[in-house]
């Protein structure tokens, strides 16, 4: 079976999914949880991606995390960029 090189994680308001992607760029897992954004604190967000990837093993090249974990209110704020930008 391949090894996932990276994950890729979407933090809803209401769930929390991910996929490891090989290096050919196939899912080799998926995981959710309904532990979204509007169920949990900031300082909960490592403790239930641990939970949520810990079963697929570990040592990706990176973790790409998107959705609401950006929002104000999430884990940490991307702020918007004011255009035209760079």
Sequence with gaps: MAKAIWVAVDWGTSNVRA????????????????????????ADYPSVLSGLLEPHGGAWGEVLVC???????????????????D
């Design 67 to 85: 959705g609401m974990a950006g929002a104000r209110q999430g884990w940490t704020e991307a702020a918007y960029l004011e255009t035209p930008t």
């Design 19 to 42: 996929w490891g992607i090989d290096a050919a760029g196939d899912v080799v897992f998926s995981a959710e949880s309904d532990r979204g954004m509007g169920k949990i604190a900031p």
